[in-house]
């Protein structure tokens, strides 16, 4: 079964630029998350989709959005970066359907991106 | 707002000791909590569970101890082994909300 996969690995972009980050879930995920990491922070919560519905929103600004497709494939936007962007995003999927087996995530490799 | 706590940042042990990473959340509402285990350059990766009915899960070298009342788990391993070395992430899910927090994450270092 194929695992979380995460593109591009690496991205460098430039202050004022506007990214886009994909995650694609394992087969059977109807719920995928992201993350944004840090040093010192741990993993902050962006948001969280499940059947092309945005269900659960972190504390983050508006430049930061996101949408899921009908084949659970997900995007993550970032408009008007800023140098405080730079993180490692992290996507994670899961069946999402509630009760605790349910609950585990599974986590691509992530995305690095640098805003210079 | 953290609701998820991880206070200590980094942990040394010799090899063949225990390690305990400790963590506190503050919501009542999480019922269920995970560690996960991140070695660099790749995802987290999930270690182990419990529900909050429960207040100690067990799987091979890996403990997980839950105290509800003072909302606060941790997770030992025994013996420690080099190949631990990693950043251990504390996690709480609210299973209804379908919501899961992570902590700051403790790096621990297992010495030879």
């Known amino acids: 079964k194929a695992g979380v996969t995460q593109t591009p690995r690496y991205l460098i972009k430039t202050r004022g630029q506007q990214v886009t980050l994909s995650c694609s879930p394992i087969?059977?995920?109807?719920?995928v998350s992201w993350y944004q990491q840090t040093p010192g922070q741990g993993l902050q919560f962006l948001f969280e989709?499940?059947?092309?519905?945005?269900?659960n929103k972190g504390n983050f600004p508006g430049r930061f959005s996101g949408r899921q497709f009908s084949n659970s494939r997900s995007e993550m936007n970032v408009s008007t970066l800023e140098l405080g962007d730079s993180a490692l995003y992290l996507c994670?999927?899961?069946?999402?359907?509630?009760?605790?087996?349910?609950?585990?995530?599974?986590f691509g490799q992530g995305t690095r991106l640098t805003v210079v | 707002d953290q609701q998820v706590k991880q206070n200590s940042p980094s942990l040394s042990v010799q090899e063949g000791r225990i390690s305990i990473l400790n963590c506190d959340y503050t919501?009542?509402?999480?019922?269920?909590f995970l560690w996960y285990k991140k070695y660099p350059a790749e995802g987290p990766t999930f270690l182990i569970s419990?529900?909050?009915?429960?207040d100690k899960n067990e799987d091979g070298r890996f403990t997980v101890f839950l105290n509800k009342s003072a909302k606060h788990l941790s997770l030992h391993i025994v013996p420690s082994q080099p190949g631990d070395s990693a950043v251990y992430f504390c996690?709480?899910?609210?299973?209804?909300?379908?919501?899961?927090?992570f902590g700051a994450g403790t790096r621990l270092f297992v010495k030879a």
């Open positions: 994670a999927s899961s069946r999402g359907q509630g009760g605790y087996m349910n609950t585990e995530a599974f």
């Open positions: 087969s059977g995920h109807r719920s």
């Open positions: 989709y499940f059947s092309e519905t945005q269900r």
């Open positions: 919501n009542s509402m999480f019922d269920y």
């Open positions: 419990i529900s909050s009915i429960k």
């Open positions: 996690a709480a899910a609210n299973t209804g909300g379908f919501k899961t927090i």
